[in-house]
C-alpha cells in the first residue's frame, strides 16, 4: 500500500505481483492438493463400449465411439474390470421389464430427475452404455477434480458419495442424494457414435466400455496390486452391499459370537457371509436353493446351509432350531424356541433373494417374485435381532401385524448394504489383499468384452455365481 498517497508505480505493482505469485507458490508447494489439476484426455479418442438402445433381445451391441472433452469434476476411467450385475440384466438382454410395485405418478415435483414410466421411455430411446460400477485406472481429470488423479486405480462406485448432501452428512452416504440424479435430463453426453448420435453413461458410470467417464462423487481411489478380475468382484455393488451389511456397522451390527442367517446365496449374500465371518460370527446358516452356491457358502464361511424347497414351510423353525443356544434354561441365559415374542432365531438377518429376471436353468427358488424369502427372512430373526434387507423384490409383502409392531425384530434398509463408499470400498480391498475375502469363488466366469452377452446370459441363466468383464 502507497503510505504517501501519490500513485503505485508501474515497477512497484510488478514487484507486488510477483511477490504474490511467489507467495501463491509457496502455499502451494506446502498444499498442493488444495489447487486444481487439469488433464484432460485426448477428445476425439476411440473406444469400443457397448451400446443399450430400444426394446426386446438385440438392444445391446458393440461399437466404436469418440470420447468427447471433459470438464469440471469429470473423470476418465479406463476400464479393467466390470461386474455383471444381475439388477442390470433387464436393460442389457432386453428381457421384459420388471413389476416393482404400483407405478409411480408422473407429476411428482422432482419428476424431470427420478426415473418415472415416460423417464425410462426416454432412457430406452437414448444410446446408453449400460453397467453401475467397475474398477480401472484413470485417465484423465477435470480441472475441479480433488479426490482422484491420473494413474490411480479406481473403484467407479455404483453409489456416489458427495460428502456434502443431507444423507451424506448424516452418516448415511448409501443414501447419498446424487443416486436420484441420473434421469435422462441429468445424464451428459460423454462420446459420440460413427453416425454423429450422442452416447450417454449409465448411472453416470456405464461399465461396459473400455472407458467410463464418471464425475468424481463416484470415484473411489485405493492403492492395491490386485488384479483386475477379483478387485472388481470385490468392488462390485453386489460385494459392497454384502461386506457393507455385515462390516460397516452403519445399520446394525454383527457382534462376535452371533448367530447370522444368509437368505440368499449369489454374490451379495456369498459376500454377506464372507462379511459375518470376518465381523467373527459363530455360526453363519446360509440358505440357497442352487446346490452348487450352496457348496461356495460353506467354502466361503458358512458353518450350516438349507435348501428352502427341502425345508418348504419347516425352514423358518429349522433356523430357529438351529440358533438354540446356549441353552433352554431361562435362568441360565437361556431361550426357549416358540412363540412370535420370545424364543429364537438368527440375531442377525441377512436378506439378498430378489425376484427373478428370467426362469434359471438350475434349481429355482421357491418364489420367483421374492417375497416369500423376505417374509421367511423377517419371520427367522429372533426378538431382539436385526434384518438387513437387500434385495430387488417384485410387488408388495405382509406381515403378522403384532410380530411387526412390537415382535422386537429391528428392520434395516438400505443401499450397498449402508456402506460408506469412500471409508469402506478401500477396507473392502484391504480384506482382498490380505486373503479374508475371497473373490476368485463368486467370480465363477470371466470374460472379455468382446463376450459380455455371454457373460450376461450365464448370469441370467444362473449357471455361474456371478460374471466380470475385463477391460
Ligand atoms: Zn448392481
Ligand atoms: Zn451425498
Known amino acids: 500500500m502507497d503510505t504517501k498517497g501519490a500513485k503505485p508505480s508501474r515497477r512497484g505493482l510488478l514487484k507486488k505481483s510477483i511477490a504474490a505469485a511467489a507467495s501463491g507458490a509457496a502455499i502451494a508447494a506446502q498444499s498442493g492438493v488444495l489447487f486444481a489439476q487439469a488433464r484432460n484426455a485426448a477428445p476425439g479418442r476411440k473406444f469400443r463400449g457397448w451400446i443399450s438402445r430400444g426394446t426386446g433381445p438385440g438392444r445391446t451391441t458393440l461399437q466404436e465411439l469418440t470420447l468427447r472433452p471433459i470438464g469440471g469434476r469429470q473423470v476418465v476411467v479406463r476400464t479393467e474390470a466390470t461386474n455383471l450385475c444381475y439388477s442390470n440384466a433387464t436393460d442389457v438382454l432386453g428381457l421384459p421389464p420388471m413389476n416393482f410395485g404400483p407405478p409411480r405418478e408422473a407429476n411428482q415435483a422432482n419428476a424431470q430427475t427420478r426415473p418415472v414410466p415416460s423417464a425410462f421411455a426416454a432412457l430406452a430411446n437414448m444410446a446408453l452404455i449400460q453397467g453401475h460400477g467397475g474398477v480401472g485406472v484413470v485417465e484423465a481429470v477435470g480441472p475441479e477434480v480433488r479426490r482422484v488423479q491420473v494413474g ?32 435422462p435430463n441429468d445424464l451428459v453426453p460423454i462420446a459420440d457414435m460413427r453416425d454423429g448420435t450422442p452416447v ?18 463416484w470415484a473411489v481411489p485405493f492403492f492395491t496390486k490386485a488384479a483386475a478380475a477379483p478387485l472388481g468382484m470385490v468392488c462390485s455393488c453386489v460385494s459392497v452391499a454384502g ?35 470376518i465381523s467373527g460370527a459363530s455360526k453363519i446358516i446360509a440358505i440357497e436353493p442352487i446346490r452348487v452356491r450352496r457348496e461356495v457358502a460353506l467354502k466361503v464361511g458358512a458353518t450350516h446351509v438349507l435348501d428352502p424347497n427341502v425345508e418348504a414351510d419347516k425352514l ?20 426357549d424356541s416358540g412363540g412370535i415374542l420370545a424364543g429364537s432365531g438368527a440375531d442377525f438377518v441377512v436378506e ?20 416369500l424369502p423376505m417374509r421367511q427372512a423377517y419371520e ?15 410387488g408388495t409383502f405382509s406381515l403378522p401385524a403384532v410380530m411387526f409392531a412390537i415382535g422386537g425384530r429391528t428392520h434395516h434398509a438400505g443401499q450397498a448394504g449402508g456402506a460408506n463408499p469412500m471409508r469402506d470400498i478401500p477396507r473392502f480391498v484391504e480384506m482382498l489383499d490380505r486373503g479374508q475375502y475371497d473373490a476368485n469363488s463368486l467370480a465363477t466366469s470371466v470374460v472379455p468384452i468382446e463376450r459380455m452377452l ?3 446370459q450365464e448370469v441370467v441363466d444362473r449357471t455361474t455365481v456371478t460374471a466380470i468383464m475385463t477391460g
Open 454 to 456: 455371454e457373460g450376461y
Open 316 to 335: 423358518v423353525d429349522k433356523v430357529r432350531e438351529l440358533s438354540n443356544g446356549p441353552g433352554t434354561r431361562l435362568w441360565a441365559g437361556g431361550r
Open 352 to 371: 439378498g433373494v430378489g425376484a427373478d429376471r428370467a426362469k434359471p436353468k438350475l434349481e429355482s427358488g421357491p418364489d420367483p417374485t421374492g417375497i
Open 243 to 277: 461386506l457393507g451389511c455385515t462390516t460397516s456397522q452403519v445399520l446394525a451390527l454383527v457382534e462376535p459370537g452371533s448367530t447370522v442367517a444368509v437368505v440368499g446365496c449369489g454374490p451379495l449374500g456369498l459376500s454377506a457371509i464372507q462379511g459375518a465371518r
Open 200 to 217: 450417454y453413461a449409465n448411472s453416470h458410470i456405464g461399465g461396459l466400455a473400455e472407458l467410463m467417464v464418471t464425475f468424481e462423487e
Open 152 to 183: 490411480d486405480r479406481v473403484c467407479v462406485s455404483g453409489t456416489p458419495q458427495c460428502g456434502s448432501c443431507y444423507q451424506c452428512l448424516r452418516g448415511r452416504a448409501d443414501m447419498c442424494q446424487f443416486l436420484n440424479r441420473q434421469g
Open 380 to 394: 427367522m430373526c429372533a426378538p431382539g435381532g436385526h434384518i438387513i434387507t437387500t434385495s430387488l423384490p417384485a
